[in-house]
């Protein structure tokens, strides 16, 4: 009972972090390997279902607020939706110890996304003769195969292609990366649970507190700036105290 007590309050606290700083899911991949002992292979399966669920409730909330603009964007989510099923496989296929080795360099690439915060780059400045650039359609895919693969931090990938290289409106670029991620994210639950890399109990209790920490998020704490300065330093500890246990411990 304790142990299903503290994975909802670690969701609580992640759900909270996703809407305000994102990035929230390096705690609940911590709270799996860490808290858990599940191996990171199965975590990345198992961490899923909550961003399925908020996927899902993004999507509904900006459809009931009429903001699911998604003119422009349906190419780039096919691209990046292909990528995501062979990322998806990738995972499915990699043995754990392989896994193992890859897993804390993933936490480092994330650590330093949320040191330098590239989204404070994003610009909305759209020409209306503009035309993306070719070599946009690799790097959607490829963003596609990372997150299929991993996950962590493709929404902020997704959106600083979308807006900088295909001028897209941040509206559309948005709702277009919460799209895509909600569709993949079902495919990677069905696949990742077929292949035994789900532990559907902890995913429940996980997805359950996420579900609770947004709307407390975007209820409560989302015109507070202080909040948003807490989870952003709160993810960085966290994400450096995993690292370093990874790596030394």
């Known amino acids: ?36 002992g599940l191996s990171p292979s199965i975590a990345n399966g198992t961490n899923r279902l909550g961003v399925l669920t908020q996927s899902i409730a993004g999507t509904a909330s900006l ?46 690439f994330i650590f330093l996304i949320l040191i330098f915060k590239p989204e404070r780059w994003l610009k909305t400045n759209i020409a209306s003769d503009y035309q993306a650039p070719w070599y946009i359609w690799p790097i959607y895919f490829i963003i596609g195969v990372y997150g299929g693969l991993i996950q962590v931090g493709v929404g902020v990938f997704f959106l600083a292609t979308s807006v900088m290289l295909g001028r897209m409106p941040w509206g559309n670029a948005n709702a277009a990366k919460i799209v895509i991620v909600g569709l993949f994210t079902l495919v990677a639950v069905f696949i990742f649970r077929l292949n035994g890399l789900f532990d559907l109990r902890t995913a429940i209790f996980l997805a359950t507190g996420q579900s609770v920490g947004a709307w407390l998020g975007v209820k409560y704490l989302d015109k507070i700036p202080q909040a948003q300065k807490l989870s952003y330093y709160l993810l960085l500890t966290i994400t450096g105290i995993t690292i370093i246990k990874q790596f030394f411990l």
């Open 63 to 108: 459809y009931h607020h009429k903001r699911l603009k998604l003119e422009g964007t349906y190419r780039y989510m096919l691209v990046v939706g292909v990528g995501a099923i062979c990322g998806i496989l990738l995972a499915s296929y990699i043995d754990d110890q392989s896994f193992r080795k890859i897993y804390p360099w993933f936490l480092v």
């Open 1 to 36: 009972m304790l142990s299903d007590g503290l994975l909802i309050f670690g969701g609580v606290i992640a759900g909270i972090i996703n809407t305000l700083a994102g990035n929230g899911s390096v705690i609940t991949l911590s709270l799996c390997t860490e808290w858990v």
